[in-house]
């Protein structure tokens, strides 16, 4: 059974940083690509980022480039999410998902779905950035 395990959410203030971590277990994790998706409050789910196997290709939302950095350690089973410059609309539950897609490095891969299509999810953790 895959178990996904997400930490490092919390309150912050516009400007600071987070850096969120996504423990992976019972499945063999550098076989797979990885993603992170968020949710912010009453609206759809957002795509942020994607990372091809052994780190190979690293994939962002246009709203996240430059501010964000995806990262894996394959050895640890742990995926990672730098989040500096924070801004209140970076507020949202965070996720990261195995893309069970065909693509996985374009908004367009995950248009219209939902965080149950991602058979791998982890529970969620929140980013909160507030004045």
């Known amino acids: 059974e895959v178990q996904m395990v997400e930490s490092g959410g919390g309150l912050v203030q516009p400007g600071g940083s987070l850096r969120l971590s996504c423990l992976v277990s019972?499945?063999?994790?550098?076989?797979?690509?990885m993603a992170w998706v968020r949710q912010p409050p009453g609206k759809e789910l957002e795509w942020v980022s994607a990372i091809g196997r052994g780190g190979v290709g690293t994939y962002y939302a246009d709203s996240v480039k430059g501010r964000f950095t995806i990262s894996r350690d394959d050895a640890k089973g742990t995926l990672y999410l730098q989040l500096n410059s924070l801004k209140i609309e970076d507020t949202a539950m965070y996720y990261c998902?195995?893309?069970?897609?065909?693509?996985?490095?374009?908004?367009?891969?995950?248009?219209?779905?939902?965080?149950?299509?991602?058979?791998?999810r982890g529970q969620g953790t929140q980013v909160t950035v507030e004045p």
């Open positions: 019972g499945v063999t994790f550098s076989a797979n690509r």
């Open positions: 998902v195995i893309p069970n897609l065909g693509c996985y490095s374009i908004p367009s891969c995950y248009a219209g779905r939902r965080l149950t299509d991602f058979n791998s």
